[in-house]
């Protein structure tokens, strides 16, 4: 296994990795830092995104920069504002101890005054969407005759966002000489003409099962009646309520519904596509990545440059056109060595895809139960215990209440006392559960294991606190669960 320093990087990177926290170098970094380091040639790499791309090619370039040359050295070409935004932080961080290495990010939807003064100020590396980096270099405002390195990243995705134009302009206006980096998540003929027309006998570099979903997701599928969709989404949502993830869908009105569906269920979910003004998307990202928002409803195109760590869960509402898009999807989640958990919601006339999926993936897709309502109720109830039990007590504050609340509470026991506590938040889903169909009971063949039962589950609320802590597992009837629930 080869180290960061084995690769050709020099200490002061070196050091700024190391307190970002990066250990090892990923496949494609091990792959792509010590050709960009070495060698003159172009290359085109077949990298996903979360495989550590960014930093494979920004690495050497930041290496390689004259910082005493106040002018444009590299562009990065981004197909959204957002991973433009992503991969110029990133650079500024590793560019940490090179004090002479500045980035600007420009695109679309920003004022362009405010980018224009930022390339007066000379950075050496500018990261920029295709229109406005061809807005300026018309402009004469971003000068690219000079410039060393070209990267396109996610040109797939720039050609699918329709900037075929403009990446033509743009790769005519610079210099034959500079170095072209092209990295995409698929091959198609349209990259490989960009390849022939603006590259010199470009390296292929592929990482080994690039083409694979990462080994750090677990792959699910659910059946559901077309009808029952939503609200098979909804008891996985309910059953992992720590979730944090996106939910795909294919349109942009799919993603409306099922936002609006969500958010009048009281869920915190949002919708993101591409109709939605850059502002409102830049601040419904912002919100997400704080956490702020636990489920983002988007479309894939939105979704492109949606850079968080650590999203438990991509729900896949509908399988996507193809398996690369499924490759995309799944990788939002699982990255930088985390472990999780990509759903796909089929109906029954869609589950032989799965089969095709897992061959095209080389991974398994454990099927899922819809979790029922009981068991739903039974995972929330103990949350909120484990909720209350969790819970600081501020004694000061709650000290001058006491006497109060205890005269308000002296004609109840204990029990009731809890029960009462508990059923506060818990009647919200007693409530919609109670008498809830078993989803997976209509879709599974006759005599195959179906629960025909109804749940009413009213009673068992009542029943006292007879009830213990069950763990559900996998296969079981709750569905998978999330490590802590
Ligand atoms: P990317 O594919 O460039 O979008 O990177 C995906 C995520 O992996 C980002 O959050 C990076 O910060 C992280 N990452 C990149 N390289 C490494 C590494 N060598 N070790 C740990 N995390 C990394």
Redesign the pocket.
Known sequence: MSTFKDLGLNPMILQALAEIG?????PI?SKVIPHLINSDNDIVALAQ???????AFALPIIQQIDENEKHVQAVILSPTRELAIQIAK?ISKYCKYLKGVSVTAVFGGERIDIQLRALKRGPQIVVGTPGRVNDLIRRKALKVDNIKWLVLDEADEMLNMGFKEELDAILVTMPPEKQVYLFSATMNSQIRRIASNYMTKPDDIKVEGADKATDNVQHFFYVVHEKDRYQALRRIADMNSDIHGIIFCRTRRETEQVAAQLISDKYSAEALHGEITQDKRTQAMNRFRQKKTQLLVATDVAARGI?V?KLSHVINYNLPESTEAYVHRSGRTG???NQGISIVLVNMRETYRIKHLEKKIGKTFERGKIPRGEDICEAQLFRLIDKICGTQVNEEQISKYTELIEKKFEDMDREQLIKKFVSVEFNRFLEHYQGAEDLNSNVNKPGGGGHQRRTNYRGRSSGGGGHHRRRHSGGGSGGHYRKRH
């Open positions: 990066f250990e090892q170098p990923t970094q995104t979360g495989t550590g791309k960014t930093a990133d850079d760590d990255r930088a060595h």
